[in-house]
């Protein structure tokens, strides 16, 4: 199944992009989601736990996502 990464701020920053496809297999979760972003060059920033929305719904790690879906990892907002 392919699923829309939506990477925003410091996120999007560290991977150099806003957006990535990502390939999983069948069953999937949110969890899943975030460590296959996690295992690429730069994801440092990204942390295990996330704010995450899957189809502009929040969701937590053991929701499931499904081919299609949009996911956003949304970081941490600092302001001042």
């Known amino acids: 199944m ?3 990464v939506l990477l925003f701020a410091s996120y999007a920053e560290a ?3 806003s957006s990535l496809v990502v390939e999983l297999g069948g069953d999937a979760t949110v969890a899943d989601v975030v460590a296959n972003v ?6 440092d920033r990204v942390p295990p736990t996330t704010l995450v929305a899957v189809n502009q719904q929040y969701a937590d790690g053991a929701s499931l996502v499904r081919d299609g879906d949009e996911v956003a990892l949304i970081p941490p907002v600092a302001g001042g």
């Open 2 to 4: 392919t699923v829309t």
């Open 38 to 43: 996690r295992a690429r060059p730069g994801a």
């Open 15 to 17: 991977l150099g992009a």
